[in-house]
């Protein structure tokens, strides 16, 4: 199982990045995608999932409305779209799979496999 986030990078608050999540070595469709955060000195932060069918998505409420989720399993690979950041939205992004059933989208015990990381920085 791999999972390759790119996409991050330096922004101005008010600005947009896409992150991106290629993932290899499972079945892509099988599963539920998630991304998480980790902002320096703090723990991690669920941000969204992604059903294994792609239909239902989920945000955190410091996200709603301004980041989206989504997927493409003909390519293996999720995406955060994040639109409107803020200086708050800086930290390293995670994609990570959760375990196959589970439901416990924000709690990061139960995911089963996590990308090294993509820093988003957000300043002005």
């Known amino acids: 199982v791999q999972l390759v986030e790119s996409g991050g990078g330096m922004v101005q608050p008010g600005g947009s990045l896409r992150l991106s999540c290629a993932a290899s070595?499972?079945?892509?469709?099988?599963?539920?995608m998630s991304w998480v955060r980790q902002a320096p000195g703090k723990g991690p932060e669920w941000v969204s999932s992604?059903?294994?069918?792609?239909?239902?998505?989920y945000y955190a409420d410091s996200v709603k409305g301004r980041f989206t989720v989504s997927a493409d399993n003909a390519k293996n690979t999720v995406y955060l779209q994040m639109d409107r950041l803020r200086p708050e939205d800086t930290a390293v992004y995670y994609c990570?799979?959760?375990?196959?059933?589970?439901?416990?989208?924000?709690?990061?015990?139960?995911?089963?496999?996590w990308g090294q990381g993509t820093q988003v920085s957000v300043s002005s």
């Open positions: 992604i059903s294994p069918g792609r239909s239902y998505t």
């Open positions: 990570g799979r959760l375990q196959r059933g589970s439901f416990y989208y924000s709690r990061t015990q139960y995911y089963e496999a």
């Open positions: 070595g499972f079945t892509f469709s099988n599963y539920d």
